[in-house]
């Protein structure tokens, strides 16, 4: 069976057109079959963006594991002097991610990476923001906060949003031990919204 989380080219293709509007802006992203959340944006995602566009954030950010691009590029399309990398080991989704970036006219400040975890990553960042596949287990998710703190500046953040019932505060304790801290910043129909500083 395939997987989001893997880079299975063989899955047949059905692209669509998903659609949210979040900061008075109205997206239209293309998606397809063998992506995550395919058919509209994801709630944790959407719980996160909330959360994220009106910090403003700046400099340089990646989102690692960014599907499609939403989080990356929504980031990218209200903070208009920051630079983006999006990073996924699904080729489809990022081959998506780049055609939505270039929808957006925002080809010439993010870029879409093909990197497994942090494999093909250069840093260092300014804020790295993850939305896990909690499905590719604790290994993978783990290794995504456990990896930022190498990858951003001194002071800057690692943003996560997870669900309670999906190991929420597990998450957090683990973030805490690798970053000496972690801040919920906020609770939102069973996500939480977790920033921690290096």
Not at 74 to 82: F, Q, R
Not at 148 to 160: E, N, P
Not at 175 to 193: A, Q, S
Request: one cysteine or more; hydrophobic letters at 35%; aromatic letters at 8%.
């Amino acid at each position: 069976m395939s997987h989001y989380f893997i880079d299975d080219p063989k899955v047949a293709s059905k692209k669509r057109t998903i659609t949210y509007d979040i900061d008075g802006r109205h997206f239209e992203l293309t998606s397809d079959n063998g992506v995550f959340s395919k058919n509209q944006i994801d709630e944790g995602t959407y719980a996160f963006l909330k959360v994220l566009v009106p910090l403003r954030l700046s400099g340089r950010i990646l989102d690692l594991g960014c599907g499609i691009g939403p989080i990356g590029l929504t980031i990218a399309a209200t903070s208009p002097t920051v630079r983006v990398d999006l990073a996924d080991v699904n080729s489809r989704a990022l081959s998506l991610c780049e055609q939505n970036a270039k929808s957006l006219g925002l080809s010439q400040r993010v870029a879409c990476l093909h990197s497994n975890i942090y494999e093909n990553i250069e840093g260092p960042y300014d804020s790295i923001v993850v939305n896990p596949p909690i499905r590719a287990g604790k290994k993978v998710t783990w290794s995504m906060y456990e990896g930022a703190k190498q990858y951003l500046i001194d002071g800057g953040s690692l943003f996560v949003v997870i669900r309670k019932d999906q190991g929420g505060p597990s998450a957090s304790k683990h973030i805490e031990e690798v970053f000496g801290n972690v801040t919920l910043l906020k609770r939102d129909k069973g996500y939480y919204i977790y920033q921690a500083k290096k």
